[in-house]
């Protein structure tokens, strides 16, 4: 008779309205909008997930200040830690860039302004919910409130299992290091009083469709471009985001610019240029304090940079997007106008901005409407075929620029910082997740150096 009581006591005290509205605030809601996304694809979120319910679960029976708090605090956490599988960006350099949130345009995505207002009505939701009692008092609630947990954790990595090389690529501690710099052979044995060029792409990843990738390198074997260069084109691989790009391609290694911040390396490219006896200049179209290139950028070895206001200053127009600046297709001018000037060896960095995603329709850009004749794969993407656009632009330019008459000797490489960070599955999985591509343009009289490098290495001759 009593352990039947006890029995019926305990079964009394599961409190399934209680378990309800927890799951709501702390498994359910926090999560709903990331889940929606699996359809499309997203990176995974299993740590974020499991911390969310701990923290729900070891607050379950504070006061409704505390648990809002931590709530609110764990959702925004959420949404960075999100964003930073997305861009391939570690969370810290997110949160270090809110200072230019003011200066970003997010208006002009579309997605931007949906995922905005679904992600604060669905905080709104969650507060309101707060106010109801969930607490967990018995020893069942909190056994499934734990299971709702691990189960939402261990559906999400199995969805975004396939997507594990698309989001958040970090390359490991003992992985070779490589790139495209290397594999080119650029700048390895710079002849006296030759310039030297290196351009890096924002988002210009390797398409796997072989006539999509024709025709964005097009530009490169037409006539009047070979006839001045030799055209070799290769691979190399990626990691991380734009910055890390930067270090792999300009101080030899796999770092994240925090290396440099505060100290000089003089075994980077510009640095070990400079020591040749070459003016050393970095171009950037955006503001020099964004992830603090105005700091690094000299640290490295560059005796001058050359950022928004200043390419506004030589005569770049401004172009919008999500960082709205100078625009690309007028930076090669202006590095044509200092090699034609220059009285010593040149080298000159670019690190390229409109086609950072997501790229708006915006007639500045000129990327109002996908023009006729682009491959299929482009054509089946809005943003794809404005990246395209932009892309081939941008060649189009610095092709100008390259084989006019009057264009002193100089090698280029052009290379691509990462794969685009699309937002839809499908059109990532147009790009190789480990691969970008280079392109050098070496003048005409240097005698050919082939490269040791194992990446993939075409070239095109006459």
Not at 134 to 148: F, Q
Not at 225 to 236: A, L, N, W
Not at 346 to 368: G, R
Not at 425 to 435: G, K, L, P, S, T
Request: net charge neutral; charged share 20%.
């Amino acid at each position: 008779m009593t352990t039947h009581a006890v029995q019926q006591t305990r079964v009394s005290s599961f409190d399934h309205r209680a378990l309800l509205i927890w799951l709501l605030c702390w498994v359910i809601l926090p999560n709903i909008g990331f889940c929606l996304l699996w359809m499309i694809g997203a990176p995974s979120r299993m740590t974020e997930i499991f911390v969310i319910g701990a923290l729900g679960m070891l607050t379950r029976n504070q006061s409704y200040a505390v648990r809002c708090t931590i709530l609110m605090s764990s959702i925004l956490y959420s949404v960075l830690s999100f964003l930073s599988g997305l861009f391939n960006l570690p969370v810290w350099s997110l949160i270090g860039s809110v200072r230019y949130l003011t200066e970003m345009e997010p208006c002009g995505s579309a997605f931007y302004l949906i995922a905005g207002g679904l992600a604060a009505a669905n905080l709104a939701v969650a507060i309101k919910a707060l106010h109801y009692d969930a607490r967990l008092k018995d020893d069942l609630s909190m056994l499934l409130a734990l299971g709702g947990v691990v189960a939402l954790t261990g559906v999400d990595q199995a969805i975004a299992f396939n997507n594990r090389g698309a989001y958040a690529r970090a390359m490991a501690g003992e992985q070779v290091f490589d790139s495209g710099v290397r594999r080119s052979g650029f700048a390895t044995k710079p002849s006296q009083g030759r310039h030297l060029m290196l351009v890096m792409v924002e988002s210009m990843g390797l398409p796997l469709d072989r006539g999509f990738r024709d025709q964005l390198f097009a530009r490169w074997r037409a006539k009047d471009v070979r006839h001045r260069y030799q055209v070799m084109m290769g691979t190399s691989p990626f990691a991380g985001s734009t910055t890390n790009a930067e270090m792999r391609a300009l101080c030899d290694r796999w770092a994240g610019y925090e290396e440099v911040i505060d100290m000089t390396d003089r075994g980077c490219l510009p640095a070990r240029l400079r020591a040749m006896g070459y003016t050393t200049s970095a171009y950037h179209s955006f503001d020099g304090g964004l992830f603090d290139r105005n700091r690094w950028y000299g640290h490295i070895g560059f005796d001058t940079t050359h950022f928004r206001d200043e390419l506004y200053a030589s005569g770049a127009s401004a172009c919008g997007g999500i960082f709205p600046g100078a625009c690309d297709r007028d930076v090669p001018a202006i590095m044509a106008r200092q090699l034609k000037t220059a009285t010593k060896p040149q080298f000159l960095y670019w690190l390229t901005l409109n086609t950072h995603l997501p790229v708006p329709a915006e007639a500045a850009l000129h990327t109002i409407s996908c023009r006729e004749g682009v491959p299929p794969v482009v054509q089946a993407s809005v943003m794809i075929c404005r990246q395209f656009m932009l892309w081939t632009e941008l060649q189009q330019a610095l092709a100008d620029q390259l084989v006019a008459a009057d264009f002193p000797d100089t090698d280029i490489l052009i290379v691509g910082d990462h794969m685009p960070p699309y937002f839809l599955r499908a059109e990532r999985q147009q790009f190789d997740d480990q691969q970008v591509p280079w392109i050098l343009l070496r003048a005409r009289h240097v005698r050919d150096q082939r490269t040791t490098g194992t990446g993939r290495v075409t070239v095109t001759r006459d």
